[in-house]
Structures are given as structure tokens and as C-alpha cells.
């Protein structure tokens, strides 16, 4: 049967669909936090958290995060610098600075943002994230789509297409998304579709003998339902970095990046190699890989003994900064940084 005839016979079965996936939902959601204890802010708090991060990393990143800014009001009164360093960990920075401006915007707003077309205007907010607010929090009828809830509708429908990106896949699905979400309770569905995708629908080895739509699934027979959603995925680009490790009287050079910046701005990493040196040593005391979307990114960190040649280019260049080890904690470093840097002090020491 062709793809759109599976998704019509989808919208046929909708009513009978969205309560066996209610029905599930209802004793089976996980006791998350900002369902536990819903409010708007915790909606979108959470929201922005688990773009690009899963569920069980951000949780204690989220606690923490309510235990110092409970509120929009808390949120906008806070220094920049205590925004990111309470996001430090969970990566994409941007996400944090973009909360940070949409506490001061919501609070300064009169009247306040309550339909998905007024919070897409809100720094940060795009069309996914203002459809799961408008829906749980005003009860707003409208879909949220995400890997999620492709991933379901591609399985449920057997559609085979490839998409060239996922983006193109969302704007696939969209319509049949909309097309199923509960008008009764569009919250709880959208919720619900989420904590299919998260638990039951898994990319790898999807749990399909407990799934409580399986009666509606045309992909069900698949021996290669894990392939579906057929997307097309960006090459890897491979990126070589050479930094510098160098201590001095119980203080580490460090570099912060520029506060207009991309994904890292205000943050300090272990300065690149060719602020400290024309040339490095022999070889690399260690060499570390991490990856950000679609990039793999070496980084050869070279011991470097400080110098008066140092002393002189701190003073060239104002990104560089000696930061005492001891107050290492209270700046904000990058993720992988601060793991490299903990390891080759206890190297050292």
C-alpha cells in the first residue's frame, strides 16, 4: 500500500488511536519533574533543556537549576555569568543564553505570551517547543514534531521515502501529526507521543511486542523497522585543534571565548596552541576527541613551559587569563574541557 494511503488509514483509526495511547500514557508516564510539579515555567525550562540532551543527563541539571532560579523573575534578575554556569555540562550554550533573554522578555511582556504563534516570537522558541507549551500549558491543539514523533508516525504508516535532512522529515510528518493530536487533551497526547518515542518506539531495538499502538502499526511485520525513518545523514567533518597546557605557581592559562561567539561564547577552554607557541613540542601529552552535531573534533593538548614570551602575549591578547586552580570551579568551562583539565592535574600532581 502507498505511504499516503497508510497515513489516511491512520487518520481513520485516530479516535481508537489516541486513546489506547492515552490509556498507556496514563499509568505508564515517567514521574518527571515538571510533570510532578507542572507550571508554565517548568515547561519551558525542561523544553529547552531536552533539545539536544536526553531525558536522564538533564534531570540533575534541571533540579539544580530550579533549586537557583525557581522563577522568570529569578531567571531574569541573574547575572549572565550564573546562567551559563548553572547550564555548564549540558552543551549548546546558546539554549541557555536564549532562556536567559526569554525570562527578561516574559517578564517585561504585557500581555503574556499564551498561544503558540505569540511564543514563537520568544528568543530560543521555534515551532516544536512552542507547540508542546501552547498544548500543555493553554491547551492549544496543536502537534509537536520531533525525532520522536517522526520516528512513530514513519513506523505506524511504513512510510519507506528518504528525507534529505531532519528537518525535511519533521515537514513530512507534520500534517499527519496534526491531523492525530487530541483536540480533548492535546497535552497529554503530544506527552504521550514523546514518552512513546523515548521508551517503547527506540531508534534501536524498539520494544514493538509491549507498544500499546502496535494494532496500528504497518510497519509491526518489519524485520528492518529499525530502519525507519529513512533520513539522510551529513557526512562527519573531521577537525584537528592544537592547544596548550601550561601552569604556573598553582594558576592555568586559559582562553575565554568572545562573548559574540557561536555555541561557546563566555566560556573558557585551554587556549589554542598558536597564541602560546609558533611551534609545538614533539608530541602532544594528550590527545582527546569530542563531537558537536555532525563534526569529530581532535584536540592535541601540548605542554607548554611558561615564559616571559607568554607574560607578553597575555598582555596582546585580552582572551587569555591566568585563573588560580583553586577557583576553577567558579568559572564556567566547557564540558569536555573541564573533564581534560581535572585529568591532567591529577596527572601532574
Known amino acids: 500500500m502507498h505511504d499516503l494511503a497508510q497515513q489516511m488509514d491512520l487518520k481513520g483509526e485516530r479516535k481508537k488511536f489516541q486513546q489506547a495511547l492515552g490509556k498507556w500514557y496514563a499509568g505508564a508516564q515517567r514521574p518527571l519533574p515538571w510533570r510532578t510539579k507542572p507550571s508554565l515555567y517548568r515547561t519551558v525550562v525542561s523544553e529547552l533543556m531536552a533539545q539536544q540532551t536526553q531525558i536522564k543527563t538533564m534531570l540533575p541539571y534541571f533540579e539544580r537549576w530550579m533549586e537557583r532560579f525557581p522563577d522568570f523573575d529569578a531567571l531574569a534578575e541573574a547575572p ?69 514523533v517522526v520516528r512513530i508516525l514513519a513506523r505506524l504508516t511504513n512510510d519507506t521515502r528518504t528525507f534529505k535532512s531532519n528537518g525535511d522529515a519533521v515537514k513530512g510528518f507534520s500534517l499527519l501529526a496534526e491531523e492525530m493530536v487530541s483536540s480533548a487533551n492535546p497535552g497529554d497526547h503530544n506527552q504521550a507521543m514523546m514518552e512513546l518515542g523515548a521508551t517503547v518506539c527506540l531508534k ?11 494494532s496500528f502499526c504497518a510497519g509491526y511485520a518489519r524485520e528492518d523497522i529499525e530502519e525507519l525513518p529513512r533520513i539522510a545523514r551529513k557526512a562527519t567533518e573531521q577537525i584537528e585543534i592544537q592547544r596548550a597546557w601550561v601552569l604556573q605557581d598553582d594558576s592555568i592559562l586559559l582562553q575565554r571565548i568572545a562573548q559574540d561567539a557561536g555555541q561557546l561564547a563566555g566560556q573558557y577552554e585551554l587556549p589554542v596552541l598558536n597564541l602560546i607557541a609558533t611551534k609545538p613540542p614533539e608530541k602532544p601529552i594528550i590527545t582527546k576527541t569530542r563531537s558537536i552535531t555532525h563534526r569529530r573534533i581532535k584536540e592535541h593538548i601540548y605542554a607548554i613551559k611558561p615564559s616571559s614570551t607568554h607574560r607578553r602575549n597575555l598582555s596582546e591578547n585580552p582572551s587569555l587569563h591566568w585563573v588560580d586552580l583553586g577557583k576553577l570551579e567558579a568559572i564556567t568551562l566547557s564540558g569536555p574541557h573541564r573533564r581534560w583539565v581535572k585529568e591532567l592535574i591529577r596527572q601532574a600532581g
Request: hydrophobic share 35%; glycine share 8%; aromatic share 8%.
Open 80 to 148: 549572565p555569568d550564573d546562567v551559563l554556569k548553572h547550564w555548564e555540562g549540558l552543551g549548546y550554550y546558546s539554549r541557555a543564553r536564549n532562556l536567559h533573554k526569554l525570562a527578561k522578555e516574559y517578564v517585561a511582556a504585557d500581555p503574556k505570551p499564551t498561544n503558540r504563534h505569540e511564543w514563537m516570537a520568544m528568543p530560543g522558541i521555534g515551532p516544536y517547543t512552542s507547540a508542546a507549551i501552547a498544548s500543555i500549558n493553554f491547551g492549544e491543539s496543536v502537534a509537536v514534531v520531533d525525532g520522536n
Open 204 to 214: 534501536r531495538k524498539p520494544l514493538c511486542t509491549i507498544c500499546p499502538v502496535q
